[in-house]
């Protein structure tokens, strides 16, 4: 069964940025901090990456982000979704107008122009299509930005929650929620690494 699933790193404030994110500084000061997990040595963390890109179907991403992965100092060959384990799957993007060129040509881009339901409904359609392919269960990731995240879970999207808790306090920065909608969680599993805890919700 295809699981709509919204992954994000967080500090323990809040914040899935550091204070002023933008074009050149895209997790904000002092954000970095926020994906150390994501490139530990630790065999707990490089576990959770490699299982998580590979049930990847396909990923959706707000067009901040986007522009971010795609720009001249995003993803590359070493380093890209699922950072070093550079995973490809499907790729829906949540926009008002497409890009008139991407970058990374290699990747399979779909850009939407009527919202997140529509783009999680799109992303879902191409996970089950890989997941027909492959013969295996594949999932629809929600990875951000925040507003993308917030807006699908606002909306009753997403079926589970999975928070990598990195142990900084960044101040200030991009919320992850805040004046939304309430939603019951079930806490599924808790897994404290060097680094993080990895913290997995069903929501209900």
Request: hydrophobic content about 40%; overall charge negative.
């Amino acid at each position: 069964m295809t699981r709509i699933i919204a992954d994000i790193s967080i500090s323990l404030d809040g914040f899935v940025t550091g204070p002023e994110p933008g074009p050149d500084n895209g997790l904000g000061t002092g954000g970095e901090a926020l994906h150390t997990w994501a490139f530990s040595a630790d065999p707990q963390d490089r576990r959770l990456l490699r299982e998580a890109t590979a049930r990847s179907g396909a990923v959706v991403l707000g067009r901040r982000l986007f522009d971010l992965v795609d720009g001249p100092t995003g993803w590359n060959d070493e380093t890209g979704y699922g950072a070093g384990e550079v995973g490809k799957p499907a790729f829906v993007v949540v926009t008002s107008s497409p890009p008139e060129s991407v970058r990374l040509t290699e990747l399979d881009w779909t850009f939407v122009t009527t919202g997140v339901p529509d783009a999680v409904a799109a992303a879902r359609e191409r996970a089950e299509a890989a997941s027909s392919d492959r013969g295996t269960d594949l999932d629809v990731v929600l990875m951000g930005g925040g507003a993308t995240i917030r807006a699908a879970f606002d909306a009753g999207l997403v079926d589970t929650l999975s928070l990598h808790l990195a142990p900084v306090v960044l101040g200030a920065g991009t919320p992850l929620f805040g004046g939304g909608v309430p939603r019951t969680l079930v806490q599924r599993s808790v897994i404290p690494t060097s680094t993080a805890t990895h913290l997995i919700y069903d929501v209900a």
